[in-house]
């Protein structure tokens, strides 16, 4: 199986920190339909949290999640990578990154079996469109 390297939108929104604050946005987008393959949350600051979402597909999913909160994230560029999992692949991609000269915002990487699923964050979207290329050709040897 060939490895899958995409452009994602992430959508962002400030939540309370408190206890089953996600629980209740994350059920209002699931009440909704929304199937999502990316969540991510961080404490923002005492008192705030932001959840990260991704993806969103439709005008229809865009709004259920405009309805909760969310916004589309201005300043985060994000690559999705699926594909088979294998030794040193992320060594792999960073060396790549690193090479074309693109400093990483973020990653998030797990395996699941056989298969893994990374996510990067670019500072630009020049960095991501960069990024995109530099991962399929060191994915492709």
């Known amino acids: 199986m060939a490895y899958r390297v995409t452009k994602e939108h992430v959508w962002s929104a400030a939540i309370p920190d408190r206890t089953g604050a996600l629980a209740e ?3 209002e987008l699931s ?20 959840p990260f979402i991704s993806p969103l ?21 994000t690559l999705r990578i699926v594909g088979p999992s294998r030794p ?3 060594a792999v991609v ?6 074309a000269g693109i400093n990483l915002r973020a990653v998030s990487a797990a395996a699941f079996g ?7 964050a670019c500072d630009t979207e020049d ?10 050709e060191a994915l492709a040897h």
Do not use: C, K, M, Y
Not at 64 to 69: F, L, M, Q, V, Y
Not at 127 to 136: G, I, K, P, Q, W
């Open 94 to 99: 960073a060396t790549a990154l690193a090479e």
């Open 25 to 27: 946005v994350l059920r």
């Open 57 to 77: 597909r439709t005008l229809e999913e865009i709004a259920i999640a405009e309805r909760a909160g969310f916004a589309e994230t201005a300043d985060l560029h």
């Open 114 to 120: 056989d298969q893994q699923v990374t996510s990067i």
């Open 31 to 50: 009440t909704h339909g929304l199937n999502l393959e990316l969540i991510i949350t961080r404490r923002a600051q005492p008192g705030r949290a932001l």
């Open 88 to 90: 040193g692949l992320g």
């Open 127 to 136: 960095d991501a469109d960069r990024a995109r290329l530099a991962v399929e």
